[in-house]
């Protein structure tokens, strides 16, 4: 069927097929015809594309929403807002509607975060949240964020990245690898090792690693898995990630276990900066 086929139908008619495509599908047909244009524009397309829970998400804001159109709404939801009081961010992806989540640190378990000869909280321009949890000095580095699959998108892949700096003046935080893993519901789906330096140190520190700590690194490696490890990579906000593993949604509601932990170092490390774990759709 050509273009002027398509004009013949009812502007109903085409408004439940564009329904069944995506939001970026939608878009691109509103260049086809005015009736194209007029039925890609309709709330009924729109409805289609928000997630079931949209109204939930939208009374959790922090700042009121205002919007004429079910199409408007979209677009507000795919710009990061804050939710739950400014413990999370939530969006939506602009080309397919799936749900991205960020955890604030404060919705972390970050262990002895509340001891201030540990760590403290700050706020630190740049970040899309009041607080930033700082590493003063400590010997024990243990990070778990926790979400509900009931709160993704379902039948949807999903990476989880720790967000994070690391301070000029750091020490201590990659002469030991950190066991870094995902857990769905009683299983665990992914696991790893991960370095707290950034890429392009990585491999001149790799040669440089005190002979003190070799024994332990290698005992660590052989329990968590054979290889160099990953390291952060830099975000376009001026953050660093590191991918914390992999993991499906499926319908059934379970939790979701992220973690990074180094806990058996017992070597002090300071100058760790972290924002958050966020929670988004991988393709």
């Not at 540990?118 to 979400?147: C, D, K, N, Q």
């Not at 994070?164 to 690898?177: A, H, N, V, W």
């Not at 700590?213 to 001026?238: A, F």
């Amino acid at each position: 069927m050509d273009h002027q086929e398509f004009n013949i139908l009812p502007e109903g008619c085409v408004s439940t097929i564009l329904s069944f495509t995506s939001p970026l599908d939608a878009c691109k047909s509103s260049l086809v015809s005015t009736i194209f244009q007029s039925a890609a524009d309709s709330d009924g397309v729109w409805e289609r594309f928000l997630p079931s829970d949209c109204q939930d998400i939208v009374s959790r804001c922090m700042v009121p929403l205002k919007f004429s159109s079910k199409k408007e709404l979209f677009l507000r939801l795919c710009n990061s807002l804050l939710i739950d009081g400014g413990r999370k961010s939530f969006k939506l992806e602009k080309s397919s509607g799936k749900k991205s989540f960020m955890l604030s640190a404060r919705d972390l378990h970050i262990t002895w975060s509340n001891e201030s000869q540990y760590w403290h909280w700050a706020s630190l321009p740049g970040s899309r949240f009041s607080e930033v949890a700082v590493l003063r000095t400590m010997s024990w580095l243990e990070i778990v964020g926790t979400i509900k699959t009931q709160m993704l998108t379902p039948n949807t892949k999903y990476g989880a990245y720790l967000i994070l700096k690391i301070s000029d003046r750091s020490y201590g935080l990659d002469l030991m690898p950190s066991e870094i893993s995902v857990e769905v519901g009683n299983n665990q789906v992914s696991r790893n090792t991960a370095y707290l330096r950034l890429a392009r140190e990585h491999a001149r520190k790799q040669q440089m690693e005190s002979l003190f700590y070799r024994n332990r690194m290698e005992s660590l490696k052989s329990r968590v898995v054979e290889g160099d490890g990953s390291v952060p990579s830099e975000r376009d906000d001026g953050w660093l990630e590191i991918e914390l593993g992999e993991f499906f949604s499926s319908e059934n509601d379970e939790e979701v276990k992220m973690s990074l932990m180094e806990v058996k170092g017992h070597h002090l490390k300071g100058g760790l900066i972290i924002e958050g774990i966020e929670v988004r759709p991988k393709h």
